[in-house]
């Protein structure tokens, strides 16, 4: 099975740039969620902790994909969660917010850990308790010139946005300096897990797959 070392799991979810945030009705369906992403392309998977046996699906994903994704748990609201997570075997944890017992406990597992900001006061608290990354959440609040403009007083910290990503605006979170970004509804939308609508999901898997793609073109022209 794969390494947990952070440092080799934040360079493989660096080079992945894309981490699905999978909220589903049940592990099954966070399952086979998880494999038609991969089939498709995205391959940094988190599955969130408010899905029903969140670790159960982390644990049977790990033994199935372990080699070509990497999986972590998030929305970790609890130090009981943190527990479960790492037991699961999560390569990293994520935290919609920044909690100081919470971030100390994520930090002590030695796993990579991304904790929740907005405001720079709650960037540096994140930073302060050793976070590997800053999830800044929700990004749709400020968008790609909000990244910006916190790239600016913190150009060393790794952000990763969350939370009005789309495949249309992707290359402009690369672009304002986004370490990876995390896509949720837009990539993995609650009303096609609940529908069993896999076919929904693969194919705004590969809008994603393919908006990498041209942002990696004109980079490359420019």
């Known amino acids: ?19 699905a945030v999978i909220r589903a009705p049940s592990q099954e369906l966070a399952a086979v969620a998880t494999s038609v992403l991969i089939k498709h392309g995205i391959s940094g998977i988190e599955i969130t902790f408010t899905t029903p046996d969140a670790a159960v699906a982390i644990e049977t994903l790990r033994e199935r994909h372990g080699d070509e994704a990497v999986i972590g748990a998030g929305t970790l609201i609890t130090q009981d969660d943190v527990v479960a997570a790492e037991q699961a075997g999560a390569q990293f944890l ?52 909000y990244l910006s403009a916190l790239k ?39 009303k096609a897990l609940a529908a069993g609508d896999f076919d929904d999901i693969a194919s705004r898997a590969g809008a994603y797959v393919a908006a990498l793609a041209e942002y990696d073109h004109h980079r490359k022209e420019n």
């Not at 794969?2 to 981490?19: F, G």
């Not at 909690?99 to 990579?112: F, K, N, Q, W």
């Open 1 to 19: 099975m794969t390494s947990t070392d952070p440092a080799q799991v934040l360079e493989r979810l660096h080079s992945r740039r894309v981490i």
């Open 94 to 145: 994520v935290s919609p917010g920044t909690e100081a017992a919470l971030a100390r406990a994520m930090v002590s597992t030695g796993l990579a850990t991304m904790t929740g900001a907005l405001t720079p006061s709650e960037v540096m608290a994140a930073q302060s308790h050793g976070a590997h990354v800053i999830k800044i959440f929700p990004g749709s609040l400020g968008g790609p010139s």
């Open 152 to 190: 600016g007083p913190f150009p060393q910290l790794k952000f990763m946005p969350t939370g009005g990503v789309s495949a249309e605006n992707l290359g402009q979170w690369f672009n304002q300096g986004a370490f990876a970004v995390g896509a949720g509804g837009d990539l993995v939308s609650g």
